[in-house]
């Protein structure tokens, strides 16, 4: 079985019907923001987690909850469980294919990794309890 994003039809690349017709160049336009965010965000993470160890450790019982906190988290595990759902919709059409397509499930996939991604910068921002960190969010 041959791995390609579109599947080995060679016609499934053209836009000649319009862009938004070819379902295939709308989910890799849909991959591009996750991967460009992701290649953003893991350094920052990787970067904040190694400065956070000489630090001295922060009690969780000084914690303080930024406004919406648990509003956020219930939307974001819908968020994650939507995610799940639409990569458990897109292995079942792939099989169902005679050539892998990976662009049923793979914006799926790397939209479940930015929102770990982001959950877990989220969390060193509050335990840190520095919310100008989330002003790169924002920019």
């Keep these: 079985m041959s791995l390609s994003f579109c599947g080995n039809n060679i016609s499934s ?9 070819n379902p295939c160049f709308v989910d890799a336009l849909n991959l591009v923001p996750h991967v460009f965010l992701l290649f953003i965000t893991f350094p920052i993470l990787f970067i904040g987690w ?11 019982n000084t ?5 919406g906190h648990n509003l ?3 939307l974001t595990f819908a968020l994650l469980f939507v995610h799940v759902c639409e990569i458990a919709e897109g292995i079942v059409s792939d099989s169902r ?4 397509h990976l662009h049923l499930f793979m914006p ?5 990794v930015a929102t770990t991604t982001s959950i877990v910068y989220y ?12 002003l790169g969010k924002y920019d």
């Design 50 to 60: 190694g400065s956070q160890s000489s630090k001295v450790q922060i009690h969780h």
């Design 123 to 134: 969390h060193n921002i509050e335990t840190s309890n520095f919310p100008k960190l989330l």
């Design 72 to 74: 956020r988290w219930i």
């Design 108 to 112: 799926a996939v790397m939209g479940f």
């Design 63 to 67: 914690w303080l909850h930024f406004p």
């Design 97 to 100: 294919r005679e050539s892998r």
């Design 13 to 21: 690349y053209n836009i000649y019907d319009g862009v938004l017709q």
